[in-house]
């Protein structure tokens, strides 16, 4: 699916130590404007590192800048301060081999299912046929075989997201970025997305940092989560997640060194809930 690189379900630590970095985000702060002239901080001294090959999942409670890191990584949004890298160089536009699912899709209502799906390789010169050949293949990767002719408002919410994925690994990302993905999906069409998911990204070699407030799917997809602070954005912990591979959601969630993990994680991400919890309250006060 892309470039040879490490394999993503069978991969080892060490090779991914030995790959190098695909994402560096060092000491990296990010302020916004705000409307009475003063600055707003929603990131300080923010560090994360991510290897080819590399599943990383990042938790943080509601505001605390867990998207804005993904918006400094691809380029969309620039660091106040510290160093943002892509492949060892800096980031300065959006960085070549990216791919970036939101949290909502980006589905072309006007246009069939296949033509969503090549819209990626036309937009990068393909010829039409083959673009489209290309998409139907990936239609059916993401199960959604016999759909190709019909149109977004026909589609469940759980098959949109299936185009929305075909639509980003089209185009063979070696950096996948995603930002809470699956949230509006049912419990069960989710768990199905994940398998997907963990299906289509084994092999490839890309460095993924999946944005999540669902600690089961942070855990289940992941090699590694990173737990953020209260806003402004830190990182706080960086916890392995060393469960074999590959992977089904709904099998491993269960097991005991699972909730270990997730006990784990929990505690980490606890304190930083509160904060936030106390400065909402504190707000309505």
């Not at 080819?52 to 938790?59: M, P, R, T």
């Not at 589905?107 to 296949?114: G, I, M, Q, T």
């Not at 469960?243 to 099998?251: M, N």
């Amino acid at each position: 699916m892309t470039s040879p690189g490490p394999s993503a379900e069978g991969d080892t630590s060490a090779t991914r130590q030995a790959a190098g970095p695909a994402i560096e985000l060092r000491g990296v702060t990010k302020r916004f404007p705000t409307r009475d002239g003063r600055d707003y901080t929603a990131a300080r001294d923010m560090t994360l590192t991510v290897r080819s090959g590399e599943f990383v999942s990042v938790v943080g409670p509601t505001g605390c800048g867990k998207s804005t890191s993904l918006s400094m990584i691809s380029g969309l949004a620039s660091a106040s301060g510290g160093d943002v890298l892509v492949q060892g160089r800096p980031v300065t536009g959006i960085p070549d081999g990216l791919g970036y699912m939101f949290q909502q899709d980006a589905v072309l209502p006007w246009r069939s299912v296949l033509d969503n799906v090549a819209t990626g390789p036309r937009y990068r010169g393909v010829g039409k046929k083959e673009a489209r050949e290309q998409a139907r293949e990936w239609v059916h990767k993401v199960g959604l075989g016999g759909f190709e002719r019909y149109y977004p408002h026909q589609l469940s919410g759980g098959m949109r997201k299936r185009v929305a994925l075909a639509q980003t690994l089209i185009n063979e990302p070696s950096i996948l970025l995603m930002d809470e993905p699956f949230s509006a999906l049912d419990v069960q069409t989710r768990e199905h997305m994940q398998d997907l998911l963990l299906d289509l990204w084994s092999g490839t070699g890309a460095a993924v940092v999946f944005v999540t407030h669902d600690l089961t799917e942070a855990i289940a997809l992941a090699d590694t989560v990173v737990v953020m602070t209260a806003a402004p954005a830190t990182t706080k912990n960086v916890i392995p997640v060393n469960l074999e591979r590959p992977r089904r959601v709904e099998e491993i969630r269960l097991e005991e060194s699972f909730l270990a993990v997730y006990r784990e994680v929990w505690n980490s991400l606890r304190q930083e809930v509160e904060i936030t919890r106390a400065r909402g309250a504190g707000n309505v006060a």
